[in-house]
């Protein structure tokens, strides 16, 4: 086996140990919030700050790649990262339901979140020298469904513990915040297997070309002129509007419908389900079809979406539309995620990642601002909720931002051209095709058995 097909097994496993942290760690940061009575702006912070403030510490991040390699950069991140999830492990004990503690816990998730997101544009730097060029989409495809099932698992199992110890103490402390702690211990213990992982992964030699690097000022002076930069404004403004809403689902359903850790962290498994069985499909698709064509056809769905949850309040209800809502985010963030490996040279991946996500954490920053702003404000209500009406203004900018972007960037590789609704059939029938291989495979066992 040679050293890139080991390495790109060995990236597989990353994911894992990666899905581990996020489904013990982040996953469960706004509910431990919630539990502990966080407040709405609280809540909100708790989204925004790290999202604004980690990837302009990724500028520093691609600097170092003047004189470091790649690995040294990506393990030290992640160590620090393991690092802080212990004093949020412990944050509940000290406080336990009092709120003042959820400023502490802020604090360090801001520490935790931008070491865990300081390394991605090297990271990427490194896929782009391991992953074939004209299988990116296969590949990720299959990285991320993979990723998406253990996260799966993690988070099913997490809230089962989570539902059957909400009562009850521990020496003095209540059960819950207790198995809180426990979860980020475990995120903790993950971030060092990953660290162990890529370590063993395999590097590909890089050089650093000085006459490749491109201001953040210059990038913004040609955002409007360039075909990425329009790609990026498009993703930074979608991400406002997005996240005007994001971080309240959560609060929506935990506190207004009242339901359980275990129907809450359905509600999430629903979407992530189904990315499991459309990521690959969505892959394969963006490989023939492009990734621009993938990208406005499921923005298209992520855009419904909230409108939904005026229909409904019911939690079989709500568990189809989350499962509808993964179906368009598995090719949304596919594909968002790779346009840069196609329109960016390699010197230059780890500054367009870099850049991206400088405006996408803006755009994270000021929607998740303005959601709470109006989550203060009860005179804005729609069917008796002001979560509704945020959800409903959040459709609004995402359909109206998909329609003006719709023709303002292209895609960049040769592929074969489809209309939207002809993607959306391939994929649903590529998933089709995908079920029934695996069930005449099973068959097959069965019949040898």
Partial sequence: MNKIKKGLRYSIKDGVASSVIEGAGDRYIPPLA?????????????????????????LHAAN????????????????????????????????????????????????????????????????????????????FGKRNAIYTFVLVTIVILSSLFLDYFNKGEFLGIELVLVIFGALFLIAMIAGFVDMYILYKQHEPKFEYDSKSYFSLLDFVKRIGNSNFGRFVLYVSLFSLGVNMAGPFFAVYMLNELKFSY?????????????????????????????????????????GIYPLLFLLSKSPIALFLMN??????????????????????????????????????????????????????????????????????????????????????????????????????????MNTIDVFASVNNKLIKRIKRL
């Fill in 34 to 58: 919630i539990a502990m009575n966080a407040s709405a702006t609280q809540i909100g912070l708790l989204s925004s700050l790290p999202n604004l403030i980690a990837p302009f510490l990724q």
């Fill in 64 to 139: 170092l790649l003047k004189k470091h390699n790649r690995k040294r950069i990506v393990l030290i991140s992640i160590l620090v990262q393991a690092l802080m999830w212990v004093p949020i492990a412990f944050i509940p004990f000290l406080f336990g339901k009092n709120n003042n503690g959820v400023w502490l816990i802020i604090l360090f998730y801001v520490i935790c979140f931008s070491a865990g997101k300081f390394y991605i544009p090297v990271w990427n730097s490194w896929m782009k020298d391991l992953v074939p060029k004209d299988e990116i989409g296969k590949f």
């Fill in 262 to 302: 275990v129907t809450y962290i359905m509600m999430t498994v629903a979407a992530s389900l189904a990315s499991i069985i459309f990521m690959p499909v969505w892959g394969k698709i963006a490989d023939k079809y492009g990734t621009v064509i993938v990208l406005k056809s499921c923005s298209i769905i992520v």
């Fill in 323 to 428: 499962a509808f809502s993964g179906f368009g985010w598995a090719g949304f963030n596919l594909c968002a995620a790779n346009f840069v490996y196609d329109v960016a040279k390699r010197e230059k991946v780890a500054l367009c990642v870099t850049y991206q996500n400088i405006f996408s954490g803006i755009g994270i920053f000021l929607g998740t601002t303005i959601g709470g702003l109006l989550a203060t404000m009860p005179r804005f209500r729609l069917l008796g909720s002001v979560f509704l009406f945020i959800f409903l203004i959040s459709a609004i900018a995402r359909l109206l931002l998909t329609y003006i972007f719709w023709n303002k960037f292209k895609e960049v590789r040769k592929v074969e051209e489809k209309p939207v609704l002809e993607i959306m059939g391939a994929s649903l």
